[in-house]
């Protein structure tokens, strides 16, 4: 698909086939989480800018890389984008946070909004949206659309597992914002879940079903 990059490393392959086992604990699931949201930011920030700067070494004084402009924003999807965002951080600490509260109306699939709070000057930074899985893609569009509202002009998307049906709704209503994932599934069951999937990501992580 156009403007969606899947994830294919090994680590994370392997990760998420553990992930998928629905005998995985709570504890395990929840820190594979952890882990394959540092892979997939790996990749999400593989092409940012940089600029020389001079650095001495014991040695000598060299011009060395560094990260160009204002830190990211990391904007995890609450609840379960949480679980992406610990890995995100131990590799970009200096990141801000913007929380999205929303949830999926189980009659309607129809997106919610109970939580926003977010960095004033989203503008200047480049925002990845967290979310394990793009489902019907209604999660992602209202997140999106809410930053962008808040003045975000530089958006990414990273999740899990997508469905394809979300990726083009997605993508319909925000074909400016380019998708990492680590995995595209078969399809959406009549319920709106993802097959094969792994299930609810935020009870799996939280153990609340």
Not at 61 to 66: D, G, K, L, N, S
Request: charged share 20%; hydrophobic share 45%.
């Amino acid at each position: 698909m156009q403007d969606v990059t899947v994830v294919d490393h090994p680590l994370v392959r392997h990760k998420l086939s553990l992930m998928r086992r629905k005998q995985t604990s709570t504890k395990s699931f929840r820190q594979m989480l952890k882990e394959i949201g540092g892979l997939i930011c790996y990749e999400v920030t593989r092409d940012l800018p940089l600029a020389d700067v001079e650095v001495e070494t014991p040695l000598a004084t060299i011009q060395a890389p560094v990260l160009a402009g204002k830190k990211l924003v990391f904007a995890p999807v609450l609840r379960s984008g949480m679980g992406m965002l610990e890995g995100m951080l131990e590799l970009v600490p200096a990141a801000r946070v913007a929380h999205v509260g929303l949830y999926r109306d189980p009659a309607t699939l129809a997106c919610v909004e109970y939580y926003f709070k977010a960095p004033t000057d989203l503008a200047e930074r480049l925002v990845v949206v967290i979310d394990p899985m793009l489902a019907t893609g209604n999660t992602a569009i209202a997140a999106a659309d809410r930053l962008k509202e808040a003045g975000a002009k530089q958006i990414r998307m990273a999740c899990l597992v997508a469905a394809p049906e979300g990726l083009s709704n997605f993508h319909g209503h925000h074909p400016d914002v380019r998708v990492w994932v680590a995995a595209i599934d078969q399809r959406l069951n009549e319920h709106g879940y993802i097959l094969p999937g792994l299930g609810d990501a935020g009870d799996r992580m939280y153990g609340t079903k």
